[in-house]
C-alpha cells in the first residue's frame, strides 16, 4: 500500500505563528489563550497539559499575559486587556488582520460593510468589532439578497477561509442592490491551495483520509471536497479513530491535514495506517 | 383580437433627451449629429429629410454644429471641435456621462480600469476614451479570465445596457484575480425595467412584435427574451414587415419598442395589425 501526503497539508502559516508565540511565550511567563487556540482538540489539550487554559473571557484569566489566536478578537479587548493590566500577545493571523483592516477602513469611508462570512466564527465576530459592530454579515446569496441596506454604497470583505464560489454570489446579489459594491478579496491563498490539493489527491488515491478537528470549517470543507471527486473519504481528529477494514484491498491511501492540524498528528495517522498493512500481512 | 402595449416601450430618458436636443437646435442653427443619432433607420432617415446628417467625423460636416449623441464619445472629440471650431451640443446620456466619470475616476485612483461591454460599441469607445485608452474591455468571463492585468486593483464600470448576469460573471473572474475590486454598477436601470416588461408581456400574450433596429442591441435582447418565455415572437423594424399571416386565430398580441423606437412606429404597427384583422373579417 502506497501512502501519499498531498501537497499542501497541516498547520497553515498563521496556525503556525501563534502556536510558536505560545511556546516562546508560555516559556518566559505563564499564559492562557483567549478561546482554544485553534480547531484541534489535540493541540488544546497538549497545551492543557503545559498550563496554558483556555479561557473564554479575559476576566477568567488568573495570569498577567493573555495569547489572542489567529481568529483576531474584536478591539474593545485591547482596551479590556489594558484596564486588566493584562499583557496581550498578539498571535492574529496576518490575513486575518487585513480583513479586519479593510473592513475598518471602508467603515470610516462611508461605506456600508458586509462581511462575507459566519456570524459566528470568531473571526467574523473580531471584523464586525472593527466597524464597531456596524458591518452586515452575510453567509449565503439569499441573505445578501434580504438583508437591510441603508446606503447605495456598499464596501465588501470575506472571511479567510469562506468558500469563494458563495462569495461570488454574495457579492452578484449586492451589485443588483448597490451603485457601488468594493470588495476584499480577503481570502486567504492557502485555503485555495490546499482545497486544490486535495481535489488532486482524491483523483490519484482510492482513499482518503483527512485529519483535523471536527469543529474545523476547513477541515469539514476539505472532506467535503474529497468526496465529491467519487472517492472514498474518512475524517478523523486523531489515529485512534481509524479501522483497518477502509484499507482492505486498497493500493493508494491520501492524507491530508486541515490548517489546524498538526504535523506530528499526520504522521501518526502514517504510521497506524503502515501498521494495519503489516498485522494484514502476518 | 386584444393588442396589448409593454409596460415599458419606446424611447428611455436618454434618446428622447437627445431627439429633442436635435430638434430644437436644428430650428435655431443647421445640425449634423457625430454618428447615426440612435439605432434605427427610421428615425435617421428622418432626420436626413430634415437636412441633418449622419457624419462619421468632425471634418466631414460642412456645418458649424455637431450633436453628440446619447451613446457619448471620447473626449479628444471636444478638443477636436474646438479646434475646428465646431460648436458641439451634448446630447450624452446623462447615465452614460456616469460611466465616463467613474473610469476617469477609476484610473485616477490608480486602479486598473475594465469596462464591461462590447469593445466596438460607441458608448464603450467613449467611455475608453475617458482613461486615455487605458481601459480593458471584457464581454465575456473568459475574456476576464484571461486579459492581462497588470495590478492588483481593479476598477469596473459597466456599459449601461448590457446584461447583468455576464456582468456578473465577469466581476466573479475578476475577483479571483485581484485583491480589490472596485465595481460601479453603472447599468441603466430603464434597461431592467423594459427587459422584464417584456417577460411580463410575453407571459400574457400569444405572440409578441418586438419593434426596433435590427443593429440595436437592447431591441435584440428584447426579442431573445421574450421567445425564451416560448411564445412566438417577431423583431421587425417597420410595419412593412409585418405578415397577416403571423395573426391567425390569434387573440392576444403584445407589442414592445426598444429603447430607440419612436412611439409613432409602435402606433404604426398597431394600426397594421388592426388592418390585418379587418381584412380577415371582410
Not at 191 to 205: C, H, P, S
Not at 252 to 260: D, K, L, Q, R
Amino acid at each position: 500500500m502506497r501512502i501519499k501526503i498531498a501537497d499542501v497539508s497541516g498547520f497553515c502559516f498563521g496556525v503556525e505563528r501563534v502556536i510558536e508565540l505560545v511556546e516562546k511565550k508560555s516559556k518566559e511567563t505563564p499564559v492562557d489563550t483567549l478561546g482554544p487556540l485553534i480547531h484541534n482538540p489535540v493541540v488544546v489539550r497538549e497545551l492543557e497539559k503545559k498550563g496554558v487554559k483556555a479561557v473564554s473571557s479575559l476576566k477568567e484569566t488568573k495570569k498577567k499575559a493573555v495569547v489572542i489566536r489567529a481568529h483576531g478578537v474584536p478591539p474593545d479587548i485591547y482596551r479590556e486587556a489594558e484596564n486588566l493590566n493584562i499583557n496581550l500577545f498578539d498571535g492574529t493571523c496576518p490575513f486575518v488582520k487585513i480583513v479586519q483592516n479593510m473592513a475598518k477602513k471602508l467603515c470610516e469611508d462611508g461605506y456600508e460593510v458586509v462581511v462575507v462570512g459566519k456570524k459566528h466564527h470568531p473571526e467574523v465576530i473580531g471584523v464586525v468589532g472593527y466597524t464597531n459592530g456596524k458591518a452586515l454579515v452575510v453567509s449565503s446569496p439569499e441573505e445578501a439578497r434580504s438583508i437591510p441596506l441603508k446606503k447605495k454604497r456598499v464596501g465588501v470583505v470575506v472571511q479567510t477561509t469562506f468558500r469563494f464560489d458563495v462569495f461570488a454570489k454574495c457579492v452578484e446579489e449586492l451589485m443588483r442592490r448597490a451603485h457601488e459594491v468594493r470588495v476584499f478579496n480577503t481570502r486567504c491563498s492557502d485555503t485555495d491551495r490546499r482545497q486544490e490539493a486535495a481535489i488532486k489527491l482524491a483523483k490519484e488515491v482510492e482513499v482518503v483520509i483527512v485529519v483535523g478537528g471536527k469543529n474545523s470549517s476547513n477541515t469539514r470543507r476539505l472532506y467535503e471536497l474529497t468526496e465529491k471527486q467519487g472517492v472514498k473519504a474518512y475524517h478523523i481528529e486523531s489515529p485512534d479513530e481509524l479501522k483497518s477494514s477502509w484499507f482492505n484491498g486498497v493500493e493508494e491511501v491520501g492524507i491530508i491535514g486541515g490548517a489546524s492540524t498538526p504535523q506530528k498528528v499526520v504522521e501518526e495517522v502514517v504510521e497506524r495506517i503502515k501498521s494495519f498493512e503489516i498485522s494484514h500481512h502476518s
